[in-house]
C-alpha cells in the first residue's frame, strides 16, 4: 500500500498536466494582470491586490542568452508587488519576459539543449533573486517575425522543448522547496499563430494559456476600421475574426478550456479619415497620433461633443464615432467586459487576463471583471 502511494505521489508530482494544475478546473475564476509600469516606481494605491489572482509584471529581457530585468525601476516594483500579498495572501507575482518588442533572442536561446539551459538556469536565479512565483513567456511569436525579430522553422518545436525545460525544473525546486512555481505563455489569437506552434504539445506543461483576443484590427495595419476585440463574429466583417473563433480554434487544437484565459484590452484603437457609411464600422481608414487609446483616454473621448457610442449586438462590442471629425475607435467598456466574463463562466474557461492595468486608473474595468465573475459565482453557490 505504501509503495502504492508514493507512485500515485511521484506520478503526481513528474506528469506535467497534472501538476501544471490542468485536469481540473479552478471553481474560482483567474484574474491575471499585465502590470506594464516600464521604469516608473510603482506607488501604493495603484494596484488592487484583493481583486487579482496573478500579477504578469511585464517584462523582463534576454540578453546573451539569459534572462534579465527590463527597467531600471525593476528591484523596487518587485519588492513592491511581494508587499500586495500582505492584502491578499493568495496572490502570486510572475514576471513576463519578451513582449512585442523584446522578443529578438527567444528563437536563439531555445534552439538547443545547451541555450535552453543556460536560459532556464537564469531564470531561476531571477526568480530567487527576486521572490518571485514563475514565469510567463511572452514570445511573440515562434517562428513568425512580429515586430522584426529573428525566427526559424525549428521554433515551433523548440517552444515545446522550451516550455518543458522550465517546467521540468520548475517541478525539481518544487519538490525542494514545496513552493509551487506557474508557468504560463502570452498566444497569439490567430490560426497563423497555432500554425507555428505544437499547441497540444505545448499547453501540457503550462498552467494557464493567456489567449491575447485583441488587436484583431490595427490601424497600424488595417486599412479597414474594425473591432479590435471582438467577443463574437460579425457576419458582415471580411475578416470574420472574433475571440469565440479563437477559443474554438484553441480548444481544436487541444487547449482544454479550463486552461484558456480570455484576454481583455484596457485599451482602445483609433482610426482617422473614416467615412460615415455604418457609422464608420468596417470602412476605410488611417492611422492617427496616438492611435493607441487608454481606456482612460477612450472614455473622456466617448463623453466629448461629438462622439457617439454604438453597439455592435453580433459582436457584442461597442464603438465610438465622430462625423465632424471622422475618427472611429474600437475599445472594450464594461457593457462588453461583461459580456465577456459571461462568456468565460458559461464555457468553463478558467479566467480573464487584461493588458495592461494603467489602462484605466479608474478601476471601473476591474471592477466589472470583479463582480461579473466572482459575485456571479457567489450567487450560483447559494442554495
Known amino acids: 500500500m505504501l509503495k502504492t502511494c508514493a507512485s500515485v505521489l511521484c506520478l503526481i508530482l513528474t506528469v506535467p498536466a497534472l501538476y501544471a494544475g490542468g485536469v481540473l478546473p479552478s471553481v474560482k475564476p483567474i484574474v491575471v494582470a499585465y502590470v506594464f509600469p516600464q521604469n516608473a516606481a510603482l506607488e501604493p494605491g495603484q494596484i488592487e491586490a484583493s481583486k487579482l489572482t496573478r500579477i504578469n509584471y511585464a517584462f523582463a529581457n534576454i540578453a546573451d542568452g539569459r534572462m534579465v530585468a527590463g527597467f531600471a525601476s525593476d528591484d523596487k516594483n518587485f519588492a513592491f508587488l511581494n508587499g500586495l500579498k500582505k492584502q491578499n495572501p493568495s496572490l502570486k507575482v510572475l514576471v513576463s519576459v519578451g513582449g512585442w518588442l523584446w522578443s529578438t533572442n527567444f528563437s536563439d536561446v531555445s534552439l538547443t539543449s545547451q541555450s535552453r539551459r543556460i536560459f532556464v538556469d537564469s531564470v531561476m536565479d531571477f526568480l530567487n533573486r527576486y521572490s518571485l512565483d514563475g514565469l510567463d513567456v511572452d514570445w511573440e511569436y515562434p517562428g513568425m517575425v512580429g515586430s522584426g525579430h529573428p525566427f526559424r522553422s525549428e521554433d515551433k518545436g523548440n517552444f515545446t522543448l522550451l516550455l ?220
Not at 457617439?308 to 475618427?327: E, M
Open 164 to 383: 518543458r525545460d522550465l517546467r521540468q525544473r520548475f517541478n525539481r525546486q518544487t519538490r525542494k522547496t514545496h513552493k509551487k512555481l506557474y508557468l504560463t505563455f502570452a498566444a497569439g489569437a490567430s490560426d497563423e499563430y497555432l500554425a507555428h506552434t505544437e499547441m497540444a504539445k505545448a499547453q501540457v506543461y503550462v498552467d494557464t494559456v493567456n489567449l491575447m483576443a485583441y488587436d484583431y484590427y490595427e490601424p497600424s495595419s488595417d486599412p479597414l476600421t474594425g473591432h479590435h476585440a471582438p467577443l463574437f463574429t460579425n457576419p458582415a466583417d471580411p475578416r470574420h475574426v472574433s475571440a469565440d473563433a479563437s477559443i474554438q480554434a484553441f480548444e481544436r487544437a487541444g487547449v482544454p478550456a479550463a486552461k484558456i484565459l480570455l484576454g481583455v484590452p484596457f485599451y482602445g484603437h483609433m482610426w482617422g479619415q473614416v467615412a460615415g457609411h455604418n457609422h464608420g464600422l468596417f470602412q476605410p481608414g488611417k492611422p492617427v497620433p496616438q492611435g493607441y487609446a487608454p481606456y482612460h483616454v477612450v472614455a473622456d473621448a466617448a463623453q466629448s461633443p461629438g462622439y457617439t457610442r454604438y453597439w455592435d449586438p453580433a459582436a457584442s462590442v461597442p464603438y465610438l464615432y465622430n462625423a465632424d471629425k471622422q475618427i472611429f475607435i474600437s475599445y472594450e467598456d464594461a457593457e462588453s467586459l461583461a459580456a465577456k466574463c459571461k462568456y468565460v463562466l458559461s464555457h468553463k474557461l478558467g479566467g480573464v487576463m487584461f493588458w495592461d492595468y494603467s489602462g484605466d486608473p479608474s478601476g471601473k474595468l476591474l471592477e466589472t471583471i470583479d463582480q461579473s465573475l466572482y459575485k456571479s459565482v457567489a450567487a450560483s453557490e447559494k442554495p
